[in-house]
Every structure is written in structure tokens, then in C-alpha cells.
């Protein structure tokens, strides 16, 4: 039974599939590019990304420093390239975290009549708040830091999840070959991870890819008012903050690390709806 | 019909009660006594010891929970202790610009998203399409406070059109206030636009082909008068529901808008609640805003049974 998607049946290859979708081969690659730059900021990166050097503060942008200097003299090209590698982990820890708490309570309230009344409640008065209000919230209650920073974002962003996996699992679990399995005697733990769980991977990757690219503006937004990771972490929303005081002055400060954070949202929205197209083709592609 | 609204009713009033739940477990989980974090490390025991009493933090969870409860009911959102002032009083006096920019940056991504998104659908597949379907991508990708950064440097300090920051001081007049809100309204609007022409675009091109659009042409109707008053009409309600919502969470777009522009909202008075840890201003605040967005949704819910025949229960 479990076969039937993995063997003997004639598909194209994956990767002739992603390059025959323009938007989601691009996404892909610039999303690539932007991670193997910030895993490799160490070997990349001119400076060390909290080098001072007073001298040379403020420098526009130059051979010198590709993205100019700060108001520490810092490189900005190399800080921007080093906090790409926390604003990515954050947007990633978070999304997996939101992806573990969403899927389980979306399977569960699906499954079982009694639970989908508490659990979808819940979610109606989680998503009544905004996101970054929520998340703001989070933090003041657990402490500012960065492993808070990620569980509030996951925990902001899982009623997203859980109620696209709720709404997929009712319609899954009234299926025949569910019903087949139930009257074989499969135990329900089993028939709701291999047999709905796997059904439902389309639409959580092409959700988790979006609540990625949320979760980053987000914590972009969270380390700007300086309510998230520490303000001398170098992360794209930290660095904004502290450029803002020269805007008009070095202008270069703030907008490399917002150009860092539309190029990375953008890339993973991309993502999103090539894979959106691509794996389920009766989902709606004019939206 | 009334059935309907009864339930909708009960249905909004178990998400508040929920809501409100919510609200009290997250102040709560704060690890520490919020006594002794709200008064700072220089405070008494004997100090701490007070304020737990005055805040009722002495009693058990559950006792605590049934009097915050009670103390809703009675319309009470607690007291700042930094502001030394009622919750509601310091949100109402905040309200105005944060009001003013919600409304106007409404107006703005409505101003753009409508005719865009109804072109773009007009023209399916043409060059406008494509680049508005590109454009609606990356605006929604720009945070917003970056946006209202750009804005700054380019219209206040280079142009110097705008003000650069503020509400323009105690005694500035109306219109002095809401010159204040132009850029930081821009911003918030431009960016919330995408997700408007997304659903108007959608919206549009679902009703584009239905027979009342053929049957309006074909007796020779104008193309302008079908595409307005046909179509557009028939397109309407999905795109209400998402600028109500757009409205209801835009809030959260304020709270770091106006702190880019420095503006005395609600949402500059959250941020510097969490620095200060005055936990009744966050409660108060979350409590608020999420009641506004559920009553935006019931709102909307029976808008639609005004707007629409159809829907009828």
C-alpha cells in the first residue's frame, strides 16, 4: 500500500519538473545562493563582522567595503553575509518548530471529533491576533533571547499549519482506502502518520515554505524594535536598527540588510508558489 | 437569518472568551515574580510584597483567573503601574494616530489594489499582468519598517516634504497631525497592497467568464459598465473580507511603523511596555486588538448577508 508513490509509477524526474517552473527554479536558486553565502561567511567574508576600526566609520560603499562601513566601521558587506546565517536559523527553527506543533494538532483535531472542538477554538483565537503583536507578547512573557525569539515565532505560526492540515485530514480520513485500513484492524496512530501524513506533505511544504519566509519579516521586525535577540547580535533586523540613526547620513547601512531580507523573503515566496503549481496542480494558481 | 447571527454571535464570544484565556496564561508563564520584574532589581521585599497584593498576585491561579475575569466583565483593563493610569485611558489617548494610520494606509493599498488588481485580471496573461503578478511578490516581501526608512530619507530628508518623524508636539493642529502620518501610512499601505490585488485579480477573474458577463456584452453593454458593474460587483465579497482583515492586521504593521516614524500609538506604547515589562499594558493592548479583529470578522460576516442575496441561512 505504501509503494504506490514511490515505485512503478512513470514520472518525470524532479529536477526536469523544477526547471520546467521558471518562478520556482529561481526562488530555488536564489534561496541557495543566499545560504551557501551566509554557511560560508567565514571563508567569504573580507572582515570579521564586529572588527571596529573608528577610522573608517561610515565609509560609502567601495572596493574597499563592498556595502560601505557602519557607524563602528564595521563592514557592512561582511556583517550583512554573517547575519544572514542567525536570520536564516531563526526563520528555519521556527518553521520546523511551528511545522512539529501545527501538524500535530491539525492530525489530532482532524481525527478525533471531541479534540476538534478545543483545538479549533484555540487556533480561531491564536490567529485573532497578529503575528507580530503575538510574538512581542511571547517574548516579553519568556525573556528576550534568541531560543525564545524561535519559540514564539513557532508558536505564532503553528495555527497556520494546524488548520490546513485539520481541514485536509477531514476530507483524507473519509477516503475509501482510509476506511479500508481502519477495517483491516490498522491501529489509528498508524493510519494517521502513513496513511493521511504522507498525503498531506504538498500541502504543508508549500505552507512551511511560506510561514519561512513570515517568520523571518517577523523576526526582522522583533530585532528592529529591539524586542528580540540582543541588540550587539548582527542579525538583518538588528542591523536596521542600528543604521537607522543615519539615515540620510550613510544610507548604505540600512539598505543592504533590507535588501538582504526582500531578496531572501522574496526567493522563499517564489518557492512557495512554484511548489504550490507544481505538486498540486487543482490548487489555485491565480492567487 | 437570525439563527445564523445567533450563531455567529455565540461562535465570536467563545473565540473572545478563548482570546482572553490566552491572554491570561501568556502574562502568567513570565518566568519570575512580574512584582519583583516590574519593580527592578533596587525594590524591597516588603515593595514587591505590596504590589503581589495589589495585583493579586498572592492568590492561586484559578482565584486569579475568575478575577480577572470579573474585572473585564466590569470593563476594567487593569492599571499601568509605570504610567500610573488605567490601561483603557492610556490606550484611548494613544489611539488617534495609530486609528488614523490604520485608516489611511487602508485607503492607500485600496487606492492601488483595486484598479491594479481588476486590470491585471482584465488583461490576463498580458505584459501588466505579468509585472503586477511580479510586483505583488516583492512588495510582499518588503518589511515595511525598512519601506518607511527609504521613504524618510528620500521624501523628509531629502526632499523634505514630510516630516521626518513624530505627531507634530502637543499643540499641532489636525492637519499638521495627519502631515505626519503621510509616510508612515504609505508604507504601511504600499506593502499591504499585494494581498489585496492578489485576491481582487483572483477574485475578478472568477467572475470574468460567468454568463451575466457574456450576456452583458453580447446586448452591447459598455465594456467599462461590464467590468464595473457586472463583474466587479460580483467579485466584491472575497475582496471585503481580505481588506477587513487586511485592516484588523495591519495593527501589527503599525506597531513597528510607528516606531519608525515615532509616532505616540498604541503600537510605540506596547513596544515600550515589553521594554519596561508593564504587563497589564501588553495584556490590555493584546486583549484590545484582538477584539477589534474579531468583531472586524464578525463585521464582515454580516456584511455579507446585507450585500449578497444569496447568502442566506
Known sequence: MAAVSSAGVDTPRISTLILQRRTLAIGLAVIATITLLAVLAPLIAPYAPNKLSIVNRLKPPSTTWFFGTDEFGRDVFSRTIYAGQLSLLVGAAATTLAAVVGITLGIVAGFFRKADGVVSRIIDAMMAFPDILLAIALVAALGPSLATVIIALGIVYAPRLARVVRASTLVIRELPYVEAARALGVPTWRIMTRHVLRNLVSPILVQATFIFAYAMLAEAGLSFLGVGVSPEVPTWGTMIASGRQYVGQADWVTIFPGLAIILTVLSLQLVGDGLRDLLDPRLRKDL | ?313
Open chain 2, 1 to 313: 437569518m437570525s439563527r445564523y447571527v445567533l450563531q455567529r454571535l455565540l461562535g465570536m464570544l467563545t473565540v473572545m472568551f478563548t482570546v482572553v484565556t490566552i491572554v491570561f496564561i501568556i502574562v502568567r508563564v513570565a518566568p519570575g515574580d512580574p512584582a519583583a520584574v516590574m519593580l527592578g532589581p533596587d525594590a524591597t521585599p516588603a515593595d514587591i510584597e505590596v504590589l503581589r497584593v495589589r495585583l493579586g498576585l498572592d492568590q492561586p491561579l484559578p482565584i486569579q483567573y475568575v478575577y480577572f475575569l470579573a474585572q473585564l466583565a466590569r470593563g476594567d483593563l487593569g492599571h499601568s503601574i509605570f504610567l500610573d493610569m488605567p490601561v483603557a485611558s492610556a490606550l484611548l489617548d494613544r489611539a488617534e494616530p495609530t486609528f488614523f494610520l490604520t485608516l489611511f494606509a487602508i485607503l492607500i493599498a485600496s487606492a492601488i489594489a483595486l484598479p491594479v488588481g481588476i486590470m491585471s485580471a482584465y488583461r490576463r496573461g498580458g505584459l501588466f499582468d505579468q509585472s503586477v503578478t511580479t510586483l505583488t511578490v516583492l512588495a510582499a516581501s518588503i518589511p515595511s519598517f525598512w519601506l518607511g526608512l527609504i521613504l524618510i530619507q528620500v521624501f523628509a530628508v531629502r526632499l523634505g516634504w514630510f516630516p521626518v518623524a513624530g505627531y507634530g508636539g502637543p499643540d499641532a493642529s489636525f492637519l499638521t497631525r495627519m502631515s505626519h502620518l503621510v509616510l508612515p501610512a504609505t508604507a504601511l499601505g504600499v506593502v499591504s497592497s499585494a494581498l489585496i490585488t492578489r485576491f481582487t485579480r483572483a477574485s475578478m477573474l472568477d467572475v470574468l467568464n460567468d454568463d451575466y458577463v457574456r450576456t452583458a456584452r453580447s446586448k452591447g453593454m459598455g465594456e467599462l459598465r461590464v467590468v464595473m458593474k457586472h463583474a466587479f460587483k460580483n467579485a466584491l465579497i472575497p475582496v471585503l473580507t481580505v481588506i477587513g482583515l487586511t485592516a484588523a492586521l495591519l495593527v501589527s504593521g503599525a506597531v513597528v511603523t510607528e516606531t519608525v516614524f515615532s509616532l505616540p500609538g498604541v503600537g510605540n506604547l506596547v513596544v515600550s511596555a515589553v521594554l519596561r515589562r508593564d504587563y497589564p499594558v501588553i495584556q490590555g493592548a493584546l486583549l484590545v486588538i484582538a477584539a477589534i479583529y474579531v468583531l472586524i470578522n464578525f463585521g464582515i460576516d454580516m456584511l455579507y448577508l446585507m450585500i449578497d442575496p444569496r447568502v442566506r441561512y
